[in-house]
């Protein structure tokens, strides 16, 4: 009796994936570092900054069975849009590996920098204005709304408040405007007023 050959291979698969458990992927990290110049640590994709080896909590030696099972699921993700959770992931590492599959991040291993090109375009996790790929390239954390390049928060704002930002400088400009009429109006009130008194006879003139 023959067995389906995807059957036969997927203990191997599981043990090759369960065996990276304990391996992070500095490549990634050291290509950041490198094209941004920023010092960027694990926790731009795991839950602990040091990596998913260790006992502390985010780390592989602190996860209960469910969570074992739920990061055996996640490193079988080979094929992208699999809706996996690992445990040693953030919401970021888990968006990468949901959006490209396992299968594809390993493949980008020998080019890391291309990682950012494959991420989806309009993927914004922190919802700054800044796409999670180009926080990629500058380095900047994905999932923190504060950590982003001046510039880029800047012309992101810009762009998001642009509408609020016209319609102040119109109303500012015409209460300007309107304020300098006013002032106008009694600079003229003032001088009529002026010469209106001039004009009347002075009543106080002796005969
Ligand atoms: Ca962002």
Redesign the pocket.
Known sequence: MRSNPLTACYPVLVLLALAGTSRAYPEFQRAISLSSGRTVNCAMCHVHSDGPEGNAPGQIGHLSLAEQTELGRARVAFEPNASVKSPILNAFGNHIINSLGRKQFLELRVTPGELANRLPKDS?????????A??LRAGTH?LI?SD?RPWLLFKANLSANLGQILLMLAATVLGLWGLQHLLHGFDVATRLEDDEEADEPHNSTPH
């Not at 914004?124 to 999670?132: L, N």
């Open positions: 914004d996790m922190d919802g700054d204005g800044i796409s999670d180009d926080e994905p709304k982003g």
